[in-house]
């Protein structure tokens, strides 16, 4: 379990320095993902509730894109084990 919980540490870690270190092109593919239609909206009600499942949250309640699922379920993975990830997704939106 130990190892489990490293790895996935040190994966939260990795995306939030790729999202770091490409923050204008994170922030030009959200753009473009909160206004276009990239699924139907089934998917993205299914997408939604099995998340909030997931995370055990109602963050996910007042998405209505994908882009915006993808926006918040990346903050929640990000910021599971950092704290100051607020500042890596300050910008984005």
């Known amino acids: 379990v130990a190892t489990m919980e490293q790895y996935q540490m040190e994966e939260r870690s990795l995306i939030a320095n790729r999202i770091k270190a490409s923050i204008r092109r994170v ?15 089934e998917k993205v009600v299914l997408l939604k509730r099995d998340l909030a499942r997931h995370h055990k949250t109602k963050a996910f309640n007042a998405c209505t894109t994908m ?3 993808v926006y918040e379920n990346l903050r ?3 910021d599971k084990d950092f704290r100051a ?9």
């Not at 990830?85 to 939106?93: A, C, L, W």
């Open 76 to 78: 929640l993975v990000v």
């Open 67 to 69: 882009g915006q699922i």
């Open 85 to 93: 990830s607020s500042q890596t997704f300050d910008g984005i939106r």
């Open 27 to 41: 922030q030009n593919l959200f753009v473009v993902m909160n206004v276009d239609r990239v699924s139907s909206d």
